[in-house]
């Protein structure tokens, strides 16, 4: 089956300190790769549709100076959290369709946790 | 914005039992999918549903839809300990690329 990636899979930063998240696509290729985030003991939200060659789609609210989202590629996505916060400590999930594939699913990874102190 | 609402929010059963989860949602979707999470893991898809369906099965997974009240249920039958996770519904925005919009989940507690 698709297989999406994550890495890492967790981090601990310092306020003030910026954090790059990697999402690729192992074993097929996504022209849409979707970030979503996750507090504790909630439901994920959508933060950005990120599409090859082209800049990032953001949800009200989430600022896009501070997340910054690069799809250099068809199967690699980037999330950098710049001048990170506490309150930026969060459960940061990727998702990506496989663009050969009709339906509709999509294939999330494993999740990064984030910590800031 | 949040679409889906699950309920319940939190539900306990025994080994065997079948566990019953509802999603609510609120606008005219295409499809409606369920995942699964383990704690602090990321998402297993388990079932998809398109509009057009009304149920769907998959090994001890039976999904229903009803557009007409813009409701979705997910039945686990014989539950076992390991089905112990969160549960979401996700419904698909078309206008952003198919993303998902994710309800806020049932809390899914299997005891052995």
């Known amino acids: 089956g698709a297989v999406v990636s994550q890495h890492p899979s967790w981090v601990i930063c310092k306020s003030g300190t910026s954090v790059k998240i990697e999402c690729r696509s192992l074993?097929?290729?996504?022209?849409?790769m979707f970030w979503y985030r996750q507090f504790p003991k909630q439901s994920l939200m959508l933060m950005a549709t990120?599409?090859?060659?082209?800049?990032?789609?953001?949800e009200q609210g989430v600022e896009k100076d501070k997340f910054l989202i690069n799809h250099a590629s068809l199967t690699l996505s980037t999330l950098t959290v710049t001048s990170a916060h506490p309150e930026d400590s969060s459960f940061y999930i990727c998702?990506?369709?496989?663009?050969?594939?009709?339906?509709?699913?999509?294939?999330f990874g494993p999740g990064t946790r984030l910590t800031v102190t | 914005s949040q679409q889906g609402e699950e309920d319940p929010q939190a539900l306990s059963i025994q080994e065997g039992e079948n566990a019953t989860m509802n999603c609510s949602y609120k606008?005219?979707?295409?499809?409606l999918q369920w995942y699964r999470q383990n704690s602090g893991r990321g998402l297993v898809h388990l079932i998809l549903?398109?509009?057009?369906?009304r149920e769907k099965h998959s090994g001890r997974l039976r999904v229903t839809l009803d557009t007409s009240k813009k409701s979705s249920s997910l039945l686990i039958t014989a539950s076992r300990a390991a089905d112990t996770a969160s549960y979401f519904c996700?419904?698909?925005?078309?206008?952003?690329?198919?993303?998902?919009?994710f309800g806020k989940g049932t809390s899914l507690l299997v005891t052995p």
């Open positions: 998702s990506a369709r496989d663009i050969w594939e009709g339906s509709y699913e999509q294939y």
């Open positions: 074993d097929f290729q996504a022209t849409t």
């Open positions: 990120s599409n090859e060659g082209s800049k990032a789609t953001y």
């Open positions: 606008t005219s979707i295409n499809n």
């Open positions: 549903i398109r509009s057009n369906e």
């Open positions: 996700a419904t698909g925005l078309s206008n952003s690329g198919y993303a998902l919009n």
